[in-house]
């Protein structure tokens, strides 16, 4: 076959393939929420096992978010190169070849440090997963898939999270009480996820698409089409819109981030620091299970709702439900239950009304009138405040007691309605067009 031919081959496959987004976004965004995950949640629980302090905790993993600060970087770096695909693929393999070290390195001798690099390569290219898959979405779907990019990013986030904690926590949890061996039962459950986020790598292999639209219209010029780093200085010193928005974007998630940063060590975490002292299986199913489930069921509420009337009629609601059921923290700190069906019950209603509240947030994260800069630099203000918070909240929590901590995070729960009422929130943001 002549190279035309080929090309003209491959050509119709990539079309087809646009034409048919949902054979490829699963594997794209499950492949790209792993990292998240891994630093988010089953890291620290893992960090704990070994008895690290949470100080040390928070110190090492939120250090690692580092990479995605980068991402407006990386937009104008890669809007350079010939192919999205082609760095997808490379910084996939890279994640799958960090995960295979990393299930290696935690019975090394220097394990920690083997850990930490592991990790930053994990990191580096999980920030450029995040930073493509961005770029590229909007590009190759269309209509109603391509509105509700925030919803996609959401419930493929949850499925990741289900999968990690609700099934690989758990089992490596499970393992560890018969052998009672921990480094050896959580390097089998990091070995696992390497082999699920290998068998990703091919399945993204065959079905990403071969170019982006953007690159495919070659007859249009190239000089107008590409970002420059002057593009991304006049970005960054006029974000997008306005400083309100950036102070929205910051300040509005801060108390769910700071409740979530300690409420998976607080279960996790020995009786007589002040934590439940549960199980890494019991702390699994309550946040991996029940808590997943809640916030997605939540989220589905919130986003039925904005889609039918817009965010404008339930904003303040949404403020609300971010900031007030964070007290929830502070009671089960306070009370010590040990019953872990009411722990299951408290942690679904927080959940559920972080997701129903967050709704407005995601929407707002992706609200940037196709700018991919602005994007680019959107989306990177969660990994900065998880980077912010973490690199504090483990000392604070240590100074004062997990009790204390909650009732300090409590007083947060008035950022949501203050940036609210200082954000030009749009009102229809979210509606469907023709919907009254």
């Known amino acids: 076959m002549s190279d035309n031919g080929l090309n003209q081959k491959r050509g119709r496959g990539a079309e087809w393939l646009r034409n048919h987004p949902w054979l490829w976004i699963p594997g794209v965004m499950l492949t790209r929420f792993i990292p ?19 100080a ?86 269309s209509g109603r898939l391509r509105e509700a990019y925030s ?11 289900a999968v990690v904690l609700g099934i690989f926590v758990m089992v490596a949890g499970n393992i560890e009480v018969v052998t009672r061996k921990v480094v050896s039962s959580w390097a089998s459950m990091y070995y696992s996820l390497a082999l699920i986020s290998l068998l990703l790598f091919m399945i993204n292999f065959m079905l990403v698409p071969m170019k982006t639209v953007r690159l495919d219209e070659g007859k249009r010029n190239t000089a107008t089409q590409r970002l420059s780093f002057r593009q991304l200085c006049h970005t960054l010193c006029s974000p997008f819109g306005s400083w309100s928005r950036v102070i929205f974007l910051m300040l509005y998630p801060l108390p769910v981030i700071l409740t979530e940063r300690v409420a998976l060590i607080f279960f996790s975490d020995a009786g007589h620091t002040g934590g439940l002292g549960l199980s890494p299986q019991e702390t699994a199913f309550v946040f991996g299970v029940v808590g997943i489930l809640s916030q997605a069921f939540g989220g589905i ?37 040990t019953d872990i069906t009411l722990l299951s019950s408290l942690v679904a209603m927080q959940q559920m009304c972080c997701g129903f509240g967050l709704v407005v947030y995601a929407l707002m994260v992706v609200n940037t009138n196709g700018d991919r800069l602005g994007m680019a630099v959107s989306t990177s203000i969660l990994p900065f405040m998880f980077l912010v918070a973490g690199l504090y909240c483990g000392t604070l929590q240590e100074s004062v007691g997990y009790y204390d901590y909650f009732l300090l995070v409590s007083l947060t729960s008035l950022l949501p309605l203050i940036v609210t009422a200082l954000t030009s929130v749009p009102s229809i943001l979210g509606k469907r067009y023709g919907v009254k």
Request: net charge positive.
């Open 36 to 54: 998240w995950v891994i630093l988010l949640a089953s890291m620290p629980l893992f960090l704990l096992r070994c008895d690290m302090t949470n």
């Open 56 to 141: 040390d905790i928070f110190w090492y993993v939120s250090l690692l978010w580092l990479p995605w600060l980068l991402k407006p970087v990386w937009v104008v770096i890669l809007d350079r190169l010939p192919s999205h695909r082609i760095w997808f693929l490379i910084a996939n393999g890279l994640m799958v070849m960090g995960l295979f070290l990393l299930s290696s390195s935690l019975t090394a001798s220097n394990w920690l440090t083997s850990i930490m690099l592991c990790l930053w390569l994990i990191s580096f290219s999980g920030s450029i997963l995040d930073t493509i898959v961005d770029d590229a979405y909007p590009q190759l779907t």
């Open 151 to 161: 919803g996609v990013m959401c419930s493929f986030y949850r499925v990741v999270v």
């Open 301 to 337: 509420i919130g986003g039925m709702l904005v889609h039918r009337h817009g965010v404008g009629r339930w904003k303040w609601f949404m403020a609300l439900a971010v900031g007030l059921p964070q007290l929830i923290y502070a009671l089960i700190s306070r009370t010590q239950p």
